[in-house]
C-alpha cells in the first residue's frame, strides 16, 4: 500500500467534514438527556433529514433552504416522539426504536425521486487571507458555513448549559421532574422544547450527510450514525466540550480508514469498514468501566416517565 | 378538558383490545399516506391485507405467509423476553446474519457428502451457537463493565453486515460461481436444504421452530421461576433484587436465547427461502421483530398472531407493489407507524381519560 | 428574645373559606375554613391522608380548588401555579421532592426563586442569610452530599431570600435529631418576631405545643376543630386528630434468650452514589427481644437492610446467625435460614406495583413456603398462601388476583408484613414499618412485631419514628452516617440521651472507652 498518498493535511480537513453529522446529532441528544429523555430516533430522525435537505435543496437550488427544511422536517418528526413519550407517556426506548424504523421507511419513500441526482453544491466560506494560509488556512477556513455552526453550536450549548437560568432548569428537569414539577417548572413543555431542539440537531446532521458530505442520496446513507451519536454522548458524559472531542476521534477514525482504503491496504476493506463500529463500542466499553463517575454525569431522570399525579 | 388518570391496576381488557385499535389506526393513517402517494387507499388496504388470504390468488400467497412469519416469530419470541425483563436486544439482525453464516459455513464445509442425518441437525446446531454467541458479545460487555446493551448489540448489526459481505465475497464464495458474489445454493444441495415439509404451506423446519418457541415462551413466562423472574425483573428490578435475582444471570439469559433464535431464523433462511449467503440476503426481519414482539404485547400467543399479520403486510405489500405500483418504502413506513399507534393506544392499559376541569398536580 | 404572641400576632394575612377538593372516589377537602394571621404560627395537624397536603398544595398553586376562595392581605387569591404563588408573598419547604442532587446549593436555590441574583452574588447572599439565621450552609457544596438536616436548611434558605409572608412547612421535623429541631425552632420564632406567617404542618402533638400559637385540625379531609394548642392538651387534639380511642400495643417483657443475629464490624458501600456507607456496625439480636433502631432519614438505613436481607453482600464473617457465618449469602440462602426482611419502599421494593398479590405472595415467600417444584411454580399454593395472608392479618382487597398498587397504603404494608411473618421468620427485620400508614393498621402492625417477638424471634425495627421505637423496643440505638451507636435499653432513656446517640454515634464509642 501506499501511505505517502495520505495527505495529513487533507486528512484533517475532511475529517471536519466527516465528523459535523455526527457532533450535530449528539450536540442535539444530549440537550433531550440533559431533560432527562432518552431518544433512540436519532438515526430515524437524521436519515429523514438527510431526505428533506436532500428534496427541498434540490427543488429550491439552495442549500440554505435545504438544511433549514431538514431541521424542521427532524423537529417535526421528532414531536411524534414527544407526544407518545410526554403526554401518552409511552415507553421511551420501544417509541425511539419506532421513531428510527418509521424514520428509514419514509425517508425511502420520500427519496424516491431523488437517488442519483446531485444536490446544490453548499458553498465554502470564503475567509479572505484566512483561507489562504498555508496548512492552517486549508485546515480551519476553507469549510462551509455548516461547520462553523456546528462548532459555534458546541460552544453555545455548552454556555446555555451552564450560565443560563433556561438551562440551569432544563438540567433540573432532568435532575428530578418530580422536584421540577413541585416548583412549578412545566416539565413536559420543557421536555417538548428539548425534543425538538435535538430533532433540528439531528436533522442538520442528517442534511449534511446528503448535502456535503456524500453528497447525494442513498437509501438507509445514515449507517448508523445516529446510533454512534448516541454512543457519543455516552463517551462524553453529558459534557458538550466532550462531544466535540468524541465527535472528531470518531470523524478521525472514519476518514483514516477510508483513506487506508483507497490507499490499497493490506487489509480487507470490510474490515476497515467495520472498524468505526468497532473503535466505537470499545470507547463505550471504557467509559462504562469506569464505574461512578459516568452514572453520576448521567441525568437522574433519564429515561423515566413523568406523570404529574403519580 | 381531557386529562389521564392512572388506573388502580392495569386493565385486562384494554391489553387486548389495544393492539387491535392499534392495526385499525394504521391502517386508516396508512390509507391516508397511500393516498397521498395517488392510490386508491381502499384498493391498497384490500390489496395488502384481504387479496393474499382470501383473495383469487391466495393459494400462492398462503405458503408465503408461513415463509415470511417463521423467521418474525422465531426472533421476536427471543426478544420479548429480554424486553419483559428490561434487556434491550436490538441487534437480532446482526445475530441472525452470524447464524445464517455459521450454518452455512458447516453445511458447506460437508459438501457435497451425503448425509442429511448428519449436517442438517449440525448446521441448525451451529446457527444457534453463532447467533448466541454473537449476543453475548453485549452481554459480556454488559455484565463486566455496564455497557449499554442497546448500544452494542444495534452497532454489531453494521459489523456483521460487513463481516457478511466479507463472507459472500470471500471465504464463502461458491468456487464455480464465475467470480459473482454469493456462496453455493443451499437448498440445491440435499443434506443441508431446509425444504418445505408440505408442498405449498410453506412449511419449513424454521417455522416448526418458531411453534416450539412459542409453546416454550408461554411455558416459561407462565410456569417457571425464570419466567417469573424475567416478568419481575422488567417490573420492579429493586424488588427482583430483594427476591435473590440475579440481574447478570437475566442478561446472559435473555440476551443469549434471543441470540439464538435469531441465529436459527437466519439459518433456516439461508439453507431454505433466501438459499446463499450472499451480500443482502438480510431483509431485515431483526427489525420487524422488534415490532412484531410489541404488536403481541411481549406475550408468546399474542407473537404469533402478531407475527402472521406482520408477514401479511411483507407479501400484500409486495403484492400491491407488483400490481398498483405501491413503492415498497410505503410499507416498511406502514409497519413503523403501526409500532407508533400501538404504543400510543399501549397506555389506555395503564390510564384512563378523564373529562373534566383541568387539573395541574 | 421574642415578643408575647400577642404583641407578635397582627390582622389576618391568609383567609381560606370553604376550599373543596375531590379527587376520583376520594374527597381530599371538605369545605375548610380558616384564617392565617400575620407572625402567628398556624400548625395544621391531621393523620396520614387526612388532606393536609392537599390544602397545602392549593395554597401554593400546585393544585386548583373545586371550590371555595382564598383571600391574601385583603385581595383575592388564586394562584394558578407556584410561581404565582411565590410572587406573592408565598414560600413552600416540601418534605419530599424539591431538591436537585446533582446540582450545588445556590444553584437549588435559584431553581426556586423568581428572581435570583448572579450566581456570585446570589452565593454571597446564602452565606449571609443562613448566617443570620443560624443554619450554616456552603453554596458550592453538591447538594447530594449533604446530609439531611442540611438539604432542610437549603429549602429554608431558598424560601427566606424571597423574603416570603407567608412560609409553609410540610412536616420539617421528620429529618431532623431533635437538637436540630431545637435549632429550627429558634429560626421559626425569629421569623414569626419579624412579622412572617408559618403554616406548620404535622402530625407531631408535643412539637406543635410548644411551637404554634394555633391549631387547625383536619380529619378525613373536613376541619374538625380549631384550637390553641397551649390550652389544649395532647391527648384532647389526638382524639380530635383520630376521631378513635386507639389501642396501644401491651408486650410482657419476657427474658430475652441466647444471641441469635451477630453483626461484627459491618461495613457495606452503598449502591447509590449518593448513599451511606455503612462503617463497622457491631451488635447482637437475641431471640425474643426486639431492637429498635433510631437515626435520622438517610444515615444508612436502607444499606443495613440491604445488608441484612443480603441484597448487599458482606465479609461473610460480618454477619452470622446462630454462630454460623451468613455475610455472604445471597437474599434467597439468608431466607432459607429464616432471616427476613420487610424494606421501606413498599411499590417496587417490597412489592411489584403492577403484579398480582398472588405473584408478590411468590416474592419472598417460595422458598419457605415450597411453592416451587423443580423450578416449576405451583400457582395454586401460592394462591393459598396469599389468601393465608389476606386472612390473617385483614389485608382489605377483594382477592389475591388484584394489583398490589391497587391497595392503599396501610393495606399493602400488612401484607408486605404478614408475608414475612407467616413464613416463621428466626430473625425479622423491618424498616419504616408503619410509614404513611393509618393509625388503626399501624397499631395492628406493631402488635404483629411484638406478638412475634414473644413467640421467640428476634427483630429488628429500624424506623425514624421515636415513639414508635419506644414502645416496641427492647433495646434501642441509632444510625449515624452509618455508624452504629451502642445499643441502650429502651427503657428510660430521656430524649436529650436519644438525641445524643442519634446525632454523634461516634462520640459515644468514646465515651464508652472512657468509662
Redesign the interface.
Known sequence: MDLSSINPVVLIASLMVASTPILLAALGEMVVEKSGVLN?GVEGMMIVGAICGFAIAVETGSPTMGFVAAALGSALLSM?FA??TQ?????Q???G??LT?????????L??GYVGIKPPSTPKMDLGPLSDLPVLGRILFSHDLVVYFSLALVLAVWAFLKFT?AG??L??VG??H???H????KVVAIRFAAIGFGGACAGLGGAYLSLVRVPQWT?GMT??AG??A??IV?FASWRAGRILLGAYLFGGVTVLQLNLQAAGAAI?V??L??SP??I??LV??IM??S??RA??AA??SLGRSF???? | MIRLERRREPSRLWSYVTPVLAVIATMIAGGLMFAALGKDPFEVIRTIFWDPVLGEFAFYYRGQLLIKAGPLILIAIGLSLGFRAGIWNIGAEGQYIIGAICGAAVGLAFYPMDARWLIFPLMILAGAVGGFLWAMIPAILKTRFNTNEILVSLLLVYVAEQLLASMALGALRNPEGSGFPGSRNLRRYESSANTELFEGTGMHWGVVAAFIAVIFAYILLNRHMLGYQIRLTGQAPRAARFAGVRPNLLVVFCLGASGALAGLAGMFEVAGPAGQVSIDFNVGYGFTAIIVAFLGRLHPVGILLAGLLMALTYIGGEAAQSTLGLPAAAIQAFQGMLLFFLLAVDMLTNYRFRFGKREVA | MTRGPDARIGGDLLTIEGLTKAYPGVVANDDVSFTIRQGEVHALLGENGAGKSTLVKMIYGLVRPDAGRMTLRGTGYAPATPHEARGSGVAMVFQHFSLFEALDVAENVALGMENPPAMGQLAARIREVSEAYGLPLDPLRLVGDLSAGERQRVEIVRCLLQDPKLLIMDEPTSVLTPQEVGILFETLRKLASEGTAILYISHKLEEIRTLCDTATILRLGKKVATCDPRETSARQMAELMVGQTLQTPTRDAGTPGAVVLALKDLSVRSSNPFGTTLKKVTVEVRAGEVLGIGGVAGNGQDELLAALSGEARAPSGAVSLNGTAIGHLGPNARRSLGVLTAPEERLGHAAAPDMSLTENALLTGAIRENLVSSGFLKWRATEDFAKRIITAFDVRTPGPGHAARSLSGGNLQKFVIGREILQRPTVLVVNQPTWGVDAAAAAAIRQAILDLAEGGAAVIVISQDLDELMEVSDRFAALNEGRLSEPRPAKGLTVDEIGLMMGGAHDMEVAHVAE
Open positions: 433512540l411524534i407526544v407518545l403526554l401518552f407517556l409511552s415507553n426506548v420501544a417509541t426504536l419506532a424504523l418509521f424514520g428509514l421507511g419514509l425517508s425511502s419513500l427519496g424516491q437560568r440551569l432548569i438540567r433540573a435532575e428530578s418530580d422536584a421540577a413541585a416548583l412549578g417548572y437509501e449507517a448508523g446510533w454512534i448516541l454512543a455516552v480487507p470490510e474490515y469498514s467495520m463500529y468497532l466505537t463500542i463505550l466499553v462504562s468501566s464505574r461512578g452514572s453520576l441525568p437522574a406523570h404529574a399525579s403519580s
